[in-house]
């Protein structure tokens, strides 16, 4: 059974920063690219980051770049994100999610699906 486990979500100020992690057990780790979503009330669910297998491929959503960092640490099967500069908009549901697509930014390639963190930013 594969199980996807968010944590780190809270309560900033804007500006302020916040690390999400992901762990991940019952799927080998190592082969996935692993993601980062967020839904916002009323909104879809959309991409923000992934990263492919090796850790050296990364991609973002443009509104995060320079703000985001994506990692992971394949021993530990954990996936992070850093948030740095957050905004208001920046307010979601951050979801941690797996696909064996290299590098996807699909929300409909992904195989497996965290239950999710939440994220809010006061202005």
């Known amino acids: 059974q594969v199980n996807l486990v968010e944590s780190g979500g809270g309560l900033v100020q804007a500006g302020g920063s916040l690390r999400l992690s992901c762990a991940a057990s019952?799927?080998?780790?190592?082969?996935?690219?692993m993601g980062w979503f967020r839904q916002a009330p009323g909104k879809e669910r959309e991409f923000v980051a992934a990263i492919r297998w090796s850790g050296f491929s990364t991609s973002y959503l443009d509104s995060v770049k320079g703000r985001f960092t994506i990692s992971r640490d394949n021993a530990k099967k954990l996936v992070y994100l850093q948030m740095n500069s957050l905004k208001p908009e920046d307010t979601a549901v951050y979801y941690c999610?797996?696909?064996?697509?290299?590098?996807?930014?699909?929300?409909?390639?992904?195989?497996?699906w965290g239950q999710g963190t939440q994220v809010t930013v006061s202005s």
């Open positions: 999610a797996a696909t064996l697509t290299p590098g996807s930014r699909w929300l409909s390639n992904y195989d497996y």
């Open positions: 019952g799927l080998t780790f190592g082969s996935y690219t």
